[in-house]
């Protein structure tokens, strides 16, 4: 029953994705627009080379720590991250003040209670977290002279390792906790945000980021997943092109508030499944509103 139930989630999800980018083909060979439309398959992050402006990222976040069925409470963490890419912005064609925006990049994070202003007497339990991975940013945005205002949507895969500096009181707990600690285990996370870019090279940005860490990595049930809400990113994206040949200047708020609805459901739905909608446990999860500065070379 489990492989039917793969298989057919397969099936659909590739029939969904390959059904909108007919459509989009159509549409960007009939428009008159003149919008010259770049399809990409944005559920494989890194399809082409890393390209265009060599760019370096620091923020700080606050973070919460959480997973179901848990008896105790985790001291709230804080973040500090460091991103190293490459940032591509492009102009639309027939409207110069519309850029289509694509950052990809390696990343660092160290989410600790050390970070944060924890009383070391408090019962609450404090852990330390380290993780790494690859991630995408894209969007689009308005073009204000030399400055540009980006809202924007981010994928990213990562691996985490996790450091419980107190131990749990109770048995439920512990082995709950033994799952992860001194461990390293698979994620994924979503964040959204704004960028603000003050002069050609400076970049303000303020996002809020959900991230889950599995347990153990239950490769078909996760693909499964993901390709769910591939198809329904995919659907989007398909969806922001015909706006954009129509009304290029709401494309961007209509890209960032749909992509990130989507997210924000789909990790919603994952804090009790992990890999929604297949029957596992509960992730362990972080919320975190992230800060700080972006510089593009």
Avoid at 101 to 126: D, G, M, P
Avoid at 200 to 216: D, Q
Wanted: net charge negative; hydrophobic share 35%.
């Amino acid at each position: 029953m489990f492989n039917k139930k793969i298989l057919f989630i397969i099936i659909l999800s590739f029939v969904t994705v390959a059904y909108n980018f007919a459509q989009d083909e159509d549409s960007t060979e009939t428009s008159n627009s003149g919008w010259k439309h770049k399809h990409h398959f944005k559920f494989m992050m890194f399809h082409d080379e890393f390209k265009g402006k060599p760019t370096i990222s620091l923020n700080y976040g606050l973070s919460k720590l959480s997973t179901k069925n848990f008896d105790e409470t985790f001291a709230k963490p804080n973040l500090i991250e460091l991103k190293l890419g490459y940032t591509r912005e492009n102009e639309n064609d027939m409207e110069e003040n519309i850029l289509d925006y694509n950052y990809k990049y390696f990343y660092v994070s160290n989410i600790s209670t050390n970070l944060s202003n924890t009383n070391s007497n408090n019962a609450e339990l404090k852990t330390n977290l380290w993780r790494f991975g690859f991630g995408r940013s894209s969007g689009y945005g308005y073009k204000i002279g030399s400055a540009a205002i980006i809202p924007y949507h981010t994928y990213s895969f990562e691996w985490s390792n996790l450091k419980m500096l107190d131990n749990p009181g109770t048995i439920n707990d512990q082995s709950i906790t033994n799952l992860y600690n001194n461990s390293f285990r698979f994620g994924t996370s979503s964040e959204g945000g704004i960028r603000v870019k003050i002069i050609s090279h400076l970049v303000l940005e303020a996002g809020y980021e959900r991230s889950i860490i599995f347990p153990r990595h239950i490769f078909w049930k996760w693909i499964g997943s993901s390709l769910i809400e591939a198809a329904g990113q995919w659907g989007i994206d398909g969806f922001v092109n015909e706006i954009l040949d129509s009304s290029p200047y709401a494309a961007p708020v209509v890209n960032f508030v749909l992509k990130n609805a989507l997210s924000y459901g789909i990790y919603e739905l994952r804090q009790e499944k992990m890999n929604w909608p297949f029957d596992t446990v509960a992730p362990l999860s972080y919320d975190q509103f992230k800060f700080g500065f972006t510089f593009e070379f």
